[in-house]
């Protein structure tokens, strides 16, 4: 299997703010790799897919980068409303498994 | 509109078997992959295996294979959970989830049913 590794587990920013979330892959997934955002009580949403597409809807501030075995999700300038837990997912393998999350705080 | 619409919650004892279901509407439901997600308390997303319900075609993550049956009624747009004997540690939410193959042959979950809470206990 295919294992996700993200950093870090947990982060506390404020409003305005940019913020890095690290995803890395235990092998090369070309740019198979698929960010959402969860809020409590809510389903997942897809923010990001194939790396660095933004799902139709989604703010711009939000973006995805890299290829290979490490990428990141960038949030340009945090919003109220960005604070969830944020979780990264390869489609490279059929088997196609998440990382462990990362939950934003509000400092 | 796409929607994925699960079943309710459900309390069960262990040892009990247990089907839980998801309607597809607003696309063509044999054309997409559909899958099982499961988030037990307080926890991350696990992804558990998918189905084609134009071919039935099935793939289960080895963590949950032999645990739980995925399958499909394409005449009613409907996918399928269940296990045949459960266990306390089967306690958690249950997501259905839309694949969608939207970049190159990279896949994502574009649509979420909203979740069948599950509860195991005696």
């Known amino acids: 299997d295919i294992q996700m590794t993200q950093s870090p587990s947990s982060l506390s920013a404020s409003v305005g703010d940019r913020v890095t979330i690290t995803c890395r892959a235990s092998?090369?997934?070309?740019?198979?790799l698929n960010w959402y955002q969860q809020k409590p009580g809510k389903a997942p949403k897809l923010l990001i897919y194939?790396?660095?597409s933004l799902q139709s809807g989604v703010p711009s501030r939000f973006s995805g980068s890299g290829s290979g075995t490490d990428f990141t999700l960038t949030i340009s300038s945090l919003q109220p409303e960005d604070f969830a837990t944020y979780y990264c997912?390869?489609?490279?393998?059929?088997?196609?498994?998440f990382g462990q999350g990362t939950k934003l705080e509000i400092k | 509109e796409v929607q994925l619409v699960q079943s309710g919650a459900e309390v069960k004892k262990p040892g009990e078997s247990l089907k839980i279901s998801c309607k597809g509407s607003?696309?063509?439901?044999?054309?997409?992959?559909i899958g099982w997600v499961r988030q037990m308390p307080g926890k991350g997303l696990e992804w558990m295996g998918i189905?084609?319900?134009?071919?039935?075609?099935?793939r289960y993550s080895p963590s949950f294979q032999g645990q739980v049956t995925i399958s499909a009624d394409k005449s009613i747009s409907t996918a399928y959970l269940q296990w045949s004997s459960l266990k306390a540690s089967d306690t958690a939410m249950y997501y259905c989830?839309?694949?969608?193959?939207?970049?190159?042959?990279?896949?994502?979950?574009?649509?979420w049913g909203q979740g069948t809470l599950v509860t195991v206990s005696s």
């Open positions: 989830a839309r694949h969608r193959q939207g970049g190159g042959d990279c896949y994502e979950i574009d649509y």
């Open positions: 607003g696309y063509s439901f044999t054309s997409y992959w």
């Open positions: 189905i084609y319900p134009g071919d039935s075609d099935t």
């Open positions: 092998q090369s997934i070309r740019t198979y």
């Open positions: 194939a790396a660095s």
């Open positions: 997912q390869q489609s490279h393998s059929t088997l196609y498994t």
